[in-house]
């Protein structure tokens, strides 16, 4: 925009690059402080405002000086607006950008404003408002050589006096904000969108390419799964067959993934960076047994709720079935976290194996490690797409027995460890004693500690091949903030009827509850 001649302007058309400007402060008045959390403008902006710190007001009047400003100078030029040119469709798309950043934050919230990610905690501290009045501060700076520039050639007198008015307050509101946000979190940059737990099948005819970042998208969508779930938010629960289910899947993604880091690690020479990958490959299996045990330990429990997952149960006898007594167990729709993590683990295995492997496939032979590597971006990249796999099966891990806490109610078993010797030999289900939700939830305590450790390595991995992982900074503090929540979470067990909802596309190998074939 430096090299546009502005001189031979049009005031019409100089009107209407001011008026893009203006847009873009609003964007910026709007991303202010608390309202920020807001997606639709409320009626309570006293109270916003005496919420707002002294830098984020003083940034807000200088804004607001400058935009009167420059309404001002648009009066004067022209009495409506034309098109701004190629300079105005730059303005356009940087307003378009800063309202994207009021977007992103509001995809962590439920209308009602509560949070749907762990991450929409980090945004109430005062050093994330101060990051963000930073940002705001140097779109001020650069909206003042703008409105500079807009002064060269303006014909009118009061224009350009008023367009020096503006400039003059856009550079006020940018030294006011720099000077009182030194302590801002720039971990904040890497802040992610919340994506909707909705499942993107992976298909054959998708680049190998496009893994990697496909992947940290389903790991979007099963860590606001995860918190949903940990906090009884979503319209469809959890049920002990998805949790089942959803732990075979992470076993098998956490195999695929090591043994990829494995088949990269054994074609590059000796070093830091093949030590790193090696050791993030083991933990990874380590995680992948983890989470095996934890499908295991549903073998004998079954949720009444959603009795998908069951022991074999004993074919009908002859009467049974002359009498019509014999009953199909209901067929249900798995939770869209266990299709997302199916989605997941198919999407290693086009990775490691080719974009036509399917987890009904045996493992074959893999893929260059060259072509590997290349697909997912470098060395540093592909210990870092891994890292996101641990990161969210930690949040998952730490909602698991949440779920089974409200499960409780409706948890039912046949074992004869625990069996009351009241019961009617007649009945092979009794509720499953207290030691059995323990043990139950004591496995994902074992799934949690492995994926801090499988997280760790992969941390040290990528940044030993010179990746650094901005990210991590903000899952630290957001397990954190999950840890000193747990206090409160709702605990009381409740077994209620599933919701209908609108049913999609579910892969034969989860309707029929049918556990991954892929094992250690």
Not at 139 to 162: D, K, N
Not at 406 to 427: F, S
Request: aromatic residues 4%; charged residues 20%; hydrophobic residues 40%.
């Amino acid at each position: 925009m430096a090299q546009t001649p502005l001189a031979s302007i049009p005031s019409d058309e100089r009107a209407a690059l001011a008026d893009e400007v203006d847009g873009l402060l609003l964007q910026v008045q709007k991303g202010l402080g608390p309202r920020a959390y807001t997606p639709t403008p409320t009626a309570e902006d006293q109270r916003v405002r005496r919420a707002l710190t002294q830098a984020e007001r003083n940034l807000e009047d200088c804004l607001g000086d400058a935009r009167e400003s420059l309404g001002t100078a648009r009066r004067y030029l022209a009495p409506s607006g034309g098109e701004g040119g190629p300079a105005g469709e730059r303005i356009v798309s940087a307003a378009r950008a800063v309202g994207a950043v009021r977007d992103t934050i509001g995809s962590h919230l439920g209308p009602d404003r509560a949070p749907l990610a762990p991450y929409a905690y980090l945004l109430r501290h005062q050093k994330a408002f101060d990051y963000l009045a930073r940002r705001y501060s140097e779109v001020a700076w650069e909206a003042g050589h703008v409105v500079q520039r807009l002064t060269q050639g303006a014909e009118h007198p009061g224009a350009v006096e008023a367009f020096q008015q503006a400039r003059s307050s856009l550079d006020h509101a940018s030294v006011y904000a720099r000077a009182a946000t030194r302590d801002a979190d720039h971990d904040l940059a890497s802040f992610p969108a919340a994506l909707p737990v909705e499942p993107v099948q992976a298909a054959a005819t998708d680049p190998t390419s496009a893994v990697a970042t496909r992947l940290s998208e389903d790991c979007e969508r099963l860590s606001r799964a995860a918190y949903t779930a940990l906090h009884d938010r979503a319209d469809q629960r959890l049920s002990g067959s998805d949790l089942k289910q959803l732990s075979s899947w992470n076993s098998m993604s956490r195999l695929l993934a090591g043994r990829t880091l494995f088949h990269v690690a054994g074609e590059m020479p000796d070093g830091p960076v093949k030590d790193g990958l090696k050791s993030a490959a083991m933990a990874l299996r380590e995680s992948s047994k983890a989470w095996d045990s934890a499908a295991d330990a549903w073998d004998t429990v079954v949720d009444t709720a959603d009795p998908r997952e069951h022991p074999p149960l004993p074919p009908p006898g002859l009467a049974q079935v002359r009498q019509g007594r014999t009953v199909q167990m209901p067929a249900t729709d798995p939770h869209p976290a266990v299709v997302i993590s199916r989605t997941s683990t198919v999407r290693l295995g086009q990775l490691l194996f080719g974009p036509e492997w399917t987890p009904k496939q045996p493992p074959g032979a893999a893929r260059p490690a060259d072509d590997i590597v290349a697909d997912a971006g470098g060395v540093g990249a592909l210990a870092a797409t891994a890292y996101r796999l641990s990161a969210t099966g930690w949040q998952m891990a730490g909602a698991a027995p949440w779920v089974v806490v409200r499960a409780q109610a409706g948890l039912v078993t046949n074992t004869d460890e625990h069996r009351p010797p009241t019961l009617d030999k007649n009945r092979s289900f009794y509720p499953v004693h207290p030691r059995q939700v323990e043990s139950l939830k004591g496995v994902y305590a074992t799934v949690m500690s492995a994926e801090q450790k499988g997280a760790a390595a992969l941390l040290s991995a990528a940044q030993s091949a010179g990746t650094p992982v901005p990210r991590a900074m903000l899952d630290v503090a957001a397990h954190r903030s999950i840890v000193e929540e747990l206090k409160w979470v709702p605990t009381k067990p409740v077994q209620t009827a599933q919701r209908v909802l609108p049913r999609a596309y579910v892969p034969t190998d989860l309707a029929i509850g049918r556990r991954p074939g892929l094992r250690q």
